[in-house]
């Protein structure tokens, strides 16, 4: 099992707190990337609420913060045209399939940090709407 899905399916404090900045200084850039589509599979296959999004918010600082510094990756590069049309119209998991799918460069590392970014606060917006709309007394707000 991944170590970053360990730490977030992690019952104990000890394991579950652990510093993500730690782990990723002193990854390569091949274990980063694998740890990356472990836990772009599991944000896609769990139910769970919480995992889902420190999965997406992991990949967000990851792609954001830790992959740029890595010897071996790309500078520049091109973003995919339709990721990035995907990207605007909050079209999130379409986005971020197409920036998988292309070659890995500063720029779609970047891309991928925004649409996972974006993607983690719409799942939670869309968890406080279906919370807010389950309260009898709010359903006027949704009409």
Request: glycine share 4%; hydrophobic share 45%; with cysteine.
């Amino acid at each position: 099992m991944s170590q970053l899905i360990q730490i977030i399916t992690a019952q104990e404090p000890d394991v579950r707190n652990r510093s993500l900045d730690a782990f990723c200084r002193s990854a390569t850039l091949d274990e980063l990337l694998a740890e990356c589509a472990a836990l772009d599979r599991f944000r896609r296959q769990s139910d769970n609420l919480y995992e889902r999004v420190r999965a997406l918010f992991f990949l967000y600082a990851i792609y954001r913060f830790h992959i740029p510094l890595k010897a071996g990756l790309a500078p520049g590069g091109l973003v995919p045209f339709d990721g990035y049309d995907n990207l605007l119209k909050r079209r999130f998991e379409e986005a971020i399939d197409l920036f998988l799918a292309a070659p890995l460069s500063d720029a779609t590392a970047s891309a991928l940090a925004e649409a996972y970014r974006r993607l983690g606060f719409q799942t939670l917006a869309n968890q406080v709407r279906r919370s807010v709309r389950s309260v009898r007394g709010n359903q006027w707000m949704f009409r």
